[in-house]
């Protein structure tokens, strides 16, 4: 499986990569914050199961509703709903928003599968913003690839790392009539030029599966600054009805929807990781720093260093040809192009336009080494993860082949 998920689009020789794959640290508990599991959620837990309670719809001691509250803390102005998943997230807002079929989503390229394939479902076509040499979006390429048939534009804040133009391509879709939604779910609690990711457009969904920096083994959350978008997709995830007080209480309209509420099992969790977050990034950043300055001190490689805000998991930098190593390119489903069904359409955009050439020659000359986070499928072969002493980055770069 890990061989097959880093050989799918290979940039590394078939025979060197199998060798690097055998003598690879791949930990069967792989992710952040799910490494960190421990007493608080055990206590939290065992609360929720002692109550007899696991539904989530009795009152304001509801372990859901505390959770959603204390994350709208974090995310000032923000309305939060906890989901089964962030994939649902994205799917509820586009059933809100209800654009006409044959619309066009703007959005990245390198990301993940779920987002393509909740505008495919929806009945949108994406289209494909190109990334600078650091990754990033860049708020012209964004209005000039908008047209009369764009609906929204999605950011994705990918690696524990923000947008920096992303207050830019919010003014943007402001004057061309676009919504602007967020894609944060390997990024909760990162912010950009000081403001929480997530709360620049109309919403923004999150992750905690069990890869995340904040793990309750699968879930996520919606946010939205809007009360009545909100409300709209709340109404949608409990067939029509809306949580007020930590209870269900019909909506503004009964509307036809499903029943995607979460557990309090997994409310005990997250708030057992969100007495964790400070932790987490703490020791993200410790691990980052310590990661960075033996790839530039052994490697000799130049960085793709992140902005402030962020929480780095992984160390970026250009992979010299002397290096074994697989790229970005060769992560599987975080690139369209990977994707069976979405690559027919990525590869004609390819051929004419120029940028998002270049954006896919980049991710194929750029890797990733973990600095709190090691996953083979997402091309981070090695590195530390968030419990590895950070003397251990010596131990990794001698592991890597050099030509």
Not at 15 to 20: A, E, G, N, T
Not at 59 to 81: D, F, H, R, V
Not at 216 to 245: N, Q, Y
Not at 323 to 350: C, K
Request: aromatic share 6%; charged share 20%; hydrophobic share 45%.
């Amino acid at each position: 499986m890990v061989r097959e998920a880093l050989c799918l689009r290979v940039r590394v020789p078939l025979r060197k990569l199998s060798r690097l794959i055998s003598r690879q640290r791949v930990s069967a508990a792989m992710g952040i914050g799910n490494l960190l599991l421990g007493d608080i959620e055990q206590l939290l837990t065992d609360r929720a199961i002692g109550r007899r309670k696991l539904h989530r719809m009795f009152g304001a001691e509801s372990q859901c509703w505390i959770a959603e509250n204390e994350i709208q803390k974090m995310y000032p102005g923000t309305s939060c709903l906890l989901l089964p998943s962030a994939t649902v997230g994205l799917a509820l807002a586009l059933e809100a928003l209800d654009f006409e079929p044959g619309s066009e989503v703007l959005i990245s390229g390198f990301g993940w599968l779920s987002n393509w394939s909740c505008i495919h479902r929806a009945g949108l076509v994406a289209k494909f913003l190109p990334l600078d040499d650091n990754l990033q979006l860049r708020a012209e390429d964004v209005r000039e690839r908008i047209t009369e048939r764009t609906r929204a534009v999605i950011v994705t804040h990918l690696m524990g790392r923000g947008q920096q133009a992303v207050a830019d391509i919010a003014s943007i879709c402001a004057e061309r009539g676009v919504v602007l939604l967020e894609d944060i779910a390997q990024s909760f609690g990162v912010s950009v030029r000081g403001r929480r990711a997530g709360t620049f457009g109309l919403a923004a969904w999150c992750s905690f599966n069990h890869h995340k920096l904040l793990s309750t083994g699968d879930g996520g959350c919606i946010l939205s600054t809007d009360p009545e978008f909100f409300a709209r997709m709340s109404g949608l995830h409990d067939h029509g009805l809306v949580m007020k007080g930590g209870k269900r209480r019909p909506g503004a309209s009964i509307q036809p929807g499903m029943s995607l509420r979460s557990s309090e099992v997994v409310g005990a969790v997250l708030r057992g990781q969100l007495a964790r977050f400070n932790l987490i990034r703490t020791k993200i950043l410790m691990q980052y720093d310590a990661m960075a300055q033996a790839c530039q001190r052994r490697l000799q490689v130049r960085l793709i260093d992140p902005n402030p805000g962020d929480l780095p998991f992984t160390v970026l930098f250009e992979r010299p040809d002397r290096l074994i190593y697989p790229t970005l390119v060769d992560s599987g489903w975080h690139v369209a192009s990977n994707v069976p069904w979405q690559r027919e359409s990525f590869e004609g955009a390819l051929a004419s336009d120029p940028a998002l050439a270049a954006t896919l020659t980049r991710i194929g000359s750029v890797s990733a080494l973990g600095s709190g986070f090691v996953d083979p499928y997402f091309a981070i072969a090695d590195g530390i993860d968030i419990t590895d002493d950070v003397s251990a980055v010596d131990d990794v770069l001698s592991r890597l082949e050099i030509n």
